[in-house]
C-alpha cells in the first residue's frame, strides 16, 4: 500500500474517532509538502472544521496528535492554518522503497476483460502529401495518450484514418499525369509520400498561373480560381473516381500505395503503430447510409433542393449540412460513417479524438449528431484538442511546400544529436554501430520530449538545437541521467556487489525526498490518465531524474562501507532507472544502457 494511502486510511479513522465523521479514505488526497515547511505530506482539515467546532489549527493538532499515537509511519507533525504538515518515519521509507522494488511495473495497473475499451485516433494523414511536424505533435500526443491510458488499466485500441479521397488527392493525381512522365519512388530515388507531395506543390504552382493569367484578363480572383482549366480538370477527376472509372481507380491506388509505404516507413521510425488503419474511401458512403436513417427517423430535414441537414438550435448551436443537394458527403458525415464502422468492429466505452483545436467545433457537433444518432458513447466522445506547433521562422504551409518534413527532421535531430554528443566526449569509445543506435536513441528522444512536455492545450514553438540540450528540461538530459545509474549498477554488479537486506536503515532527507518522489509515479499516471496530459509524465520524469542528481552528488553510493546503506542505495538506484524507463515508455522514448 502506498504512503498516500496509509495516510488517508489513518486520518480517516482519526476524524471518525475525534469528531464522529465518516470520511472515505478515497476523500482524502494527501500532498506534498511545500519545500518551505517542514514534513513530508501534508492533509487539509478544513473539511472537518464545521463537524469540530473548533479553529482549523486546533482540528489540525488533533489530527496530528492522534496520527503521532495511533499511525507507526508518522513521527511527528506541525500545523500552518488549516493545513497539518506530517513528517513520516524515516525508517518507514524503506519500507516504501521495499515496496517499490517488490512491484512488477510499479505504477501500472494492467487491463483485465472487464477494463473499459478506449479507442484513440491519430495521425489522421492526407494521401497527397508526406507527414509533416504538425503530424509529428498529432502521432505523438495520440501514442503516448494510448501507452498512458493502458498504463491505467484501460484496454486501448489506436486507430488512424487515413484521407484518401477527394479533391486534394486528385490535384496531385492530375500533376503526375501532366508531368510526372512515368515517375515512380523506385526510378526517383525518393520515398513515396516525398514524390506525392512534390506533386501536389506542382499542381499548386501551375494552379496560381492560371488563376493569375484569369484574373489578368479581367476575372475576379474567385471567378478564377473556380474557372481555371487545371481545377476543372481535378474536379472532373474526382467525379470520375466517385463514378469507380477503372483507370482513374487504378492510378489512385497505385499513387496511394506509394504514399503508404512511405508512411509505414516513418510511423517505424517514430516508434508508433495502430491496432486499426480505417480509410475515408471506405467510410464516407457508410456516412451517408447513417445520415439517410436519421432522416428517416426524423433525427435529421430536408431542404427543397435537396440538401439533408440537422438542426442543433436546441442545443445552442446553428443547423449542420450533412448532405450537398447533389447527395455528396461533407466532412461530418465521413466521421460518421468511420464512427459506424468503429463501433460494427469495437464495443467501444469512450472515443478519443487527437485533433487540432482549430476542429474543436467540428467535434461539439459529431458528439451530438453522434448521440443523435444512437451510438452510446457519441455524448460523451472526447476532442483531445490540442494547439499548433510552429517553427521560430513561423507557421508552415503545405500546398507552398514550406512544411518541415517529419523525415527531414528526425534526421536533422539525429544529426544533431551525434554532433553534440561528440562533442561532449558522450561517444568516446562506441563503435560506429553503437554510435548510430545512440544519436538514432537521443535524436528521436529530444524530439518527442520537446513536444511532449508542453502542455497540449498550448500553442507551442519547436526549436530543435534547444530540445538537444544535454542540461536542463530535455529529453536527452533525462536519458544520460538513465544511462548513468546502469552504469553505476554495472560496475556494482562487476565488484560482486548486491542488494542485501536493508529493513530498518534510516534514509537520510536527501533519499527521503527521492522515495517520496518514486512514491508519487502511480499518482501522477492516474493524473495524467484523468486529465490526459502527457506533459505531466515527462516533467514528472525530469523532477524525478533531478532529484536523483542531487542524490548522487551528495550520497556515496559504490564506496559507502556500511553494507546495509550501501544496499538501500543500489536498491534506490535501481528503482529510479525503472520508473524513468517506465516513464520514458509512456511518452514513447527509449532509454539507451550506455552513453
Known amino acids: 500500500m502506498s504512503i498516500d494511502s496509509i495516510i488517508a486510511q489513518a486520518v480517516s479513522a482519526a476524524v471518525k474517532d475525534l469528531y464522529g465523521v465518516e470520511t472515505p479514505a478515497a476523500d482524502i488526497k494527501p500532498t506534498a509538502t511545500k519545500k518551505e515547511f517542514e514534513g513530508n505530506l501534508t492533509v487539509m482539515v478544513f473539511p472537518w472544521v464545521k463537524a469540530a467546532r473548533k479553529s482549523p489549527e486546533q482540528v489540525g493538532t488533533e489530527i496530528g496528535q492522534w496520527l503521532v499515537d495511533n499511525e507507526p509511519a508518522v513521527d511527528r507533525f506541525n500545523v500552518i492554518k488549516g493545513f497539518l504538515n506530517l513528517v513520516i518515519e524515516p525508517a518507514f521509507w524503506t519500507s516504501v522503497l521495499q515496496h517499490i522494488t517488490a512491484t512488477p511495473d510499479y505504477g501500472f495497473t494492467a487491463p483485465t476483460a472487464d477494463s473499459p475499451l478506449v479507442m484513440v485516433e491519430y495521425s489522421s494523414p492526407n494521401t497527397n502529401k508526406p507527414l509533416h511536424l504538425g503530424h509529428v505533435r498529432n502521432i505523438l500526443l495520440g501514442y503516448s495518450l494510448s501507452q498512458i491510458l493502458a498504463a491505467c488499466g484501460n484496454r486501448v485500441v489506436k486507430t488512424n484514418i487515413v484521407n484518401d479521397r477527394g479533391i486534394h488527392i486528385c490535384k496531385s493525381m492530375l500533376a503526375w499525369q501532366k508531368w510526372g512522365d512515368g515517375v515512380t519512388p523506385e526510378s526517383a530515388g525518393k520515398k513515396g509520400d516525398h514524390l506525392i507531395g512534390d ?284 544511462a548513468r545509474i546502469r552504469s553505476v549498477l554495472r560496475k556494482a554488479e562487476e565488484s560482486g556487489m548486491t542488494v542485501g537486506d536493508y529493513t530498518g536503515v534510516k534514509p537520510c532527507e536527501r533519499e527521503v525526498t527521492l522515495i517520496q518522489r518514486l512514491a508519487d509515479f502511480p499518482s501522477v499516471v492516474a493524473e495524467a490518465g484523468r486529465s490526459y496530459s502527457p506533459a505531466l509524465i515527462a516533467n514528472y520524469a525530469y523532477d524525478l531524474v533531478k532529484e536523483y542528481n542531487q542524490f548522487y552528488h551528495d550520497c556515496s553510493i559504490i564506496r559507502e562501507e556500511d553494507e546495509r546503506v550501501r544496499s538501500m542505495r543500489l536498491a534506490l538506484s535501481a528503482a529510479t532507472a525503472d520508473t524513468v524507463r517506465r516513464a520514458m515508455s509512456l511518452l514513447g522514448i527509449n532509454v539507451p544502457e550506455r552513453m
Request: include cysteine; charged fraction near 30%.
Open 199 to 482: 506533386f501536389y506543390v506542382l499542381f499548386d504552382k501551375h494552379y496560381k498561373a492560371e488563376v493569375a493569367e484569369l484574373v489578368a484578363k479581367g476575372m475576379s480572383e474567385d471567378e478564377a480560381k473556380d474557372a481555371a482549366p487545371l481545377m476543372q480538370e481535378a474536379r472532373a477527376m474526382l467525379r470520375a473516381w466517385e463514378a469507380k472509372d477503372p483507370e482513374v481507380r487504378k492510378l489512385w491506388e497505385m499513387m496511394n500505395s506509394w504514399v503508404y509505404a512511405g508512411f509505414d516507413e516513418t510511423y517505424r521510425r517514430m516508434g508508433v503503430d495502430f491496432d486499426k488503419i480505417y480509410y475515408e474511401s471506405e467510410t464516407y458512403l457508410e456516412g451517408k447510409e447513417k445520415v439517410l436513417e436519421g432522416l428517416a427517423a426524423g433525427k435529421m430535414y430536408r431542404k427543397d433542393d435537396g440538401s439533408v441537414w440537422a438542426d442543433l438550435t436546441a442545443e445552442g448551436l446553428d443547423h449542420k449540412l450533412l448532405l450537398r443537394s447533389d447527395g455528396t458527403s461533407v466532412y461530418m458525415t465521413q466521421d460518421i460513417g468511420t464512427a459506424k464502422l468503429r463501433f460494427r468492429d469495437y464495443p467501444i466505452d469512450k472515443m478519443i479524438y487527437v485533433v487540432g483545436n482549430e476542429q474543436n467545433y467540428h467535434f461539439q457537433v459529431l458528439s451530438l449528431l453522434l448521440d443523435r444518432l444512437g451510438f452510446k458513447w457519441g455524448k460523451d466522445l472526447v476532442h483531445f484538442s490540442y494547439g499548433m506547433v510552429e517553427l521560430p521562422e513561423g507557421k508552415m504551409k503545405s500546398r507552398e511546400g514550406t512544411v518541415v518534413d517529419a523525415d527531414d527532421l528526425i534526421d536533422e535531430m539525429v544529426s544533431t544529436a551525434r554532433a553534440v554528443s561528440a562533442e561532449l566526449g558522450k561517444l568516446d569509445g562506441c563503435t560506429e554501430e553503437e554510435t548510430a543506435a545512440i544519436t538514432e536513441t537521443v535524436g528521436l528522444g529530444a524530439l518527442k520530449y520537446f513536444l511532449l512536455k508542453v502542455d497540449p492545450r498550448k500553442n507551442m514553438t519547436f526549436n530543435p538545437k534547444e530540445s538537444i540540450d544535454f542540461n536542463g528540461n530535455t529529453g536527452p538530459f533525462i536519458q544520460y541521467t538513465y
